[in-house]
């Protein structure tokens, strides 16, 4: 076939047998060479695409691969998936040899917290400090595929490890009752298989004769182990991965897997793919001057023919609403000229810092939507419909049942659901089996008559999953169980839950339509393996995202806010090196996210975890000083009320950055005593020089504030109607305190806000 590829891309795609480590950085077309590579085998060495194996990180990976490889081959003939999905495909193949049965479900973080407590619970624990270090323990466990007794000769010296041990061990008999495995189950149950069962062995590996690995450097030591196993027959690895982006350490990921890729695979050919097609050249030289300040990694150098572009700009503001008015401007101006929303992307450590953005945004009204936070498939009423459709598909999951067998309310209390466990842990029986039997308990006639009504109905709901889709299955579920009629009134958390449920029907139709003839475990599977990034959509909005939810995407204009040290990076890596150098690698993923764009900010104050403290600028910009033009670093100075009683010396830390409260609007400038920021560009400036700029106003078709007056009566597009009743600034710079019925007094921008003056 003919490839469109460069020359760095295309030495590797032709290389096709034995092991071979591809060094792609940021913007490199990886996944072009991945897909060149699977197309070649496949077109023009007559591989056959069963025996073909490519791994991704994310179910959006995959899909865009299998979308990418349609040209030369039916992709559901070959091996598309995600590690996780991988191991379950093979899991449920072997299930027999591992104890379990081809339904077994798979359990989410909150699905195996749940067990944890009830195992805690039954092992005569009750503090919750000790709950909360036991938890700790089994995820640690499981992250590094230990069995408890390996776990507990290796961490001896911990607190709390014999509760942990206990724990940890009641919890594999749980899951294994229920015919359960949870995330890291998945892996490890496959290791174990691979490892141990010899005729299995022989038949994937002997079947995958060309192994693809994406994002090489976020496997751990049990990917790893898999991995090689599978490669073990015919040694035809392609791992393609970037040393620079291992950013999850913190879950298991070892990045010396890619580092040290040759002391596994002695023959290994490597190769660098350092031509970027994402980003301008300025934007580039910031990446590399940064993750240059690394010592544990490959190197190398980005480079782009698309010339340098705007340099990116430093800013900084007194307080985090004046952060996030600073990027609300310049998203409102850009949009102006002909930005679209879904152009922009906040980008942040930690997803504690949106509330500042959710907050000038609505303002403002710019469309906005959150990711590295609270998923839509984590909602309860989500989970609760989950949970019943587990139940249907795995009567063993009595996590499942137990959780809905008083949703919606039924009479059914906590009480009756231990001895409902009780009963199922002394017949060696399913919590669904103990409902069936509840006759046999001693409980009072009314609450038997509750269970048996609930037990018929998950009889009636397995019977109709053998008979309908998965689609009409979830449509009676939420009618027939009241789920939804639950939430009848008119509260704004009700409304939110319908539509919730709603738009919940809405993805199990739309999976029904692209999966016709899937099984309900086939449905349960891909939602249980839903990652960050799969949510996201191509809907008209600026993203408020953590670094680590945004990881393979890209953005015309990117806002990297926060920097500030014990935020970007942690406190927990300062005194830590290998620690912050993955901070510095996180640091490295956020900037190359950019295409043309590049705005790095930070706050001298910030009010988060319950007060307001001076921040200090994070050393990661420090070590850009030559490339930001930075001044030096100042304390920060609060903004004082000045319309009330003068010198009153209160503080005024809210609102409009420098605009706290009820103060004068602060102005830009060296000597200001309170000045509200000061944007820096970067370039090849001296150090010494920096450049006070205030905040940018839109830039053409300015909005006309002449009309506004103490008393104008207004209507604000999503606080609705309000009265003016005070005023600061002029033209551009004019804010305006609006009293509004709905939510009080608001300082809003009068040239930015969606103001309409009412006659």
């Not at 709901?461 to 027939?480: F, G, K, M, W, Y």
Request: hydrophobic content about 40%; aromatic content about 10%; overall charge negative.
């Amino acid at each position: 076939m003919e490839f469109s590829l460069n020359e760095e891309q295309r030495l590797p795609v032709l290389d096709t047998e034995g092991a071979v480590l591809v060094l792609a950085g940021a913007g490199s077309g990886k996944t072009r060479v991945l897909t060149a590579r699977i197309e070649h085998l496949v077109a023009d060495l007559g591989v056959p695409p069963e025996c073909i194996l490519a791994i991704t990180f994310t179910n959006k990976a995959a899909g865009e691969m299998k979308e990418r490889l349609r040209g030369v081959a039916d992709p559901r003939s070959m091996w598309v998936c995600t590690i996780h999905s991988m191991c379950v495909r093979i899991l449920r193949m072997f299930a027999e040899r591992r104890g379990l049965t081809e339904n077994f479900s798979i359990y989410s973080e909150q699905e195996r917290n749940a067990v944890v407590k009830q195992a805690f619970k039954e092992c005569g624990y009750e503090d919750e400090g000790t709950l909360k270090s036991v938890r700790f323990h089994i995820s640690n466990a499981k992250m590094l595929g230990l069995s408890p007794d390996a776990y507990a000769a290796q961490f001896s010296y911990e607190t709390c490890i014999d509760a942990a041990v206990k724990v940890y061990r009641r919890y594999i008999a749980h899951l294994k009752a229920y015919n359960a495995l949870d995330f890291d189950d998945l892996l490890t149950e496959t290791r174990e298989l691979l490892s141990g069962d010899r005729e299995a062995l022989e038949y994937l590996a002997g079947r995958f004769r060309y192994i693809h690995v994406d994002e090489f450097q976020d496997t751990n030591a049990v990917q790893f182990e898999i991995i090689k196993l599978l490669a073990s027959v015919h040694g035809n690895l392609f791992a393609v991965g970037d040393d620079d982006q291992s950013i999850y350490g913190w879950r298991g990921a070892k990045i010396e897997n890619i580092l040290h890729f040759e002391r596994s695979f002695p023959a290994a050919k490597v190769y660098k793919l350092q031509r970027n097609y994402r980003s301008t050249g300025a934007i580039l030289a910031l990446a590399n001057a940064s993750i240059a300040h690394n010592s544990f990694r490959k190197g190398k150098r980005l480079w782009t023919e698309a010339g340098e572009g705007e340099r990116p700009v430093y800013f900084e503001a007194d307080e985090e609403a004046g952060e996030a008015l600073y990027c609300a401007r310049i998203v409102s101006g850009l949009v102006r000229e002909g930005y679209k929303l879904s152009d922009f992307a906040v980008l942040m450590r930690i997803n504690a810092l949106t509330r500042a953005y959710e907050q000038e945004f609505t303002k403002y009204g710019i469309p906005y939507k959150v990711f590295g936070g609270f998923k839509f498939y984590e909602r309860k009423e989500i989970k609760d419909v989950l949970a019943y459709l587990r139940a249907v598909a795995n009567p063993f999951d009595s996590e499942a049942v137990a959780r809905i067998v008083n949703v919606p309310r039924r009479g059914i209390g906590e009480k009756t659901v231990q001895a409902l466990f009780g009963y199922a842990e002394r017949e060696d029986l399913s919590v669904y089996d103990a409902v069936l039997d509840c006759d046999e308990l001693p409980l009072a006639a009314g609450t038997r008559q509750k269970l048996h009504a609930f037990g018929d109905y998950i009889k009636e709901l397995v019977a109709l999953s053998q008979t309908v889709p998965v689609n009409d299955l979830v449509r009676h579920l939420i009618q027939s169980s009241g789920m939804y009629a639950q939430y009848a009134d008119n509260s704004d958390e009700s409304v939110t839950k319908r539509a919730n449920l709603d738009e919940f029907q809405n993805s199990v139709d739309e999976y029904v339509r692209m999966n016709e003839g899937s099984a309900l475990s086939d449905y349960l599977q891909q939602i249980t393996l839903y990652s960050d990034t799969d949510e996201m959509d191509e809907g008209e909005y600026v993203t408020l995202a953590t670094i680590h939810a945004v990881k393979g995407l890209e953005f015309r204009a990117v806002f990297l806010v926060g920097l500030e040290d014990n935020i970007m990076p942690t406190s927990r890596a300062l005194d830590d090196p290998r620690s912050l150098e993955e901070e510095r690698r996180l640091m490295y993923v956020a900037i190359t996210r950019a295409k043309e764009r590049l705005w790095l900010t930070r706050s001298r104050s910030r009010y988060l975890y319950g007060r307001r403290e001076p921040t200090l600028r994070s050393r990661f910009v420090e070590e850009l000083r030559s490339e930001l033009s930075l001044p030096e670093e100042r304390a920060y100075r609060p903004a004082y009320d000045r319309f009330s009683g003068g010198g009153s010396g209160r503080r005024t830390y809210g609102g409009y950055g420098g605009y706290g409260g009820q103060s004068e609007p602060v102005r830009v400038g060296r000597a200001e005593g309170t000045t509200y920021g000061t944007t820096y560009g970067s370039g090849r400036a001296p150090a010494t020089t920096f450049r006070p700029a205030p905040l940018p106003s839109p830039p053409a078709e300015r909005k006309d504030t002449s009309g506004f007056s103490v008393g104008t009566r207004v209507r604000h597009a999503r606080f609705g109607e309000g009265e003016v009743i005070a005023m600061r600034g002029a033209a551009s710079n004019l804010i305006v305190t609006v009293r509004f019925a709905s939510v009080g007094n608001k300082d809003l921008a009068a040239a930015l806000a969606p103001l309409e003056i009412l006659e």
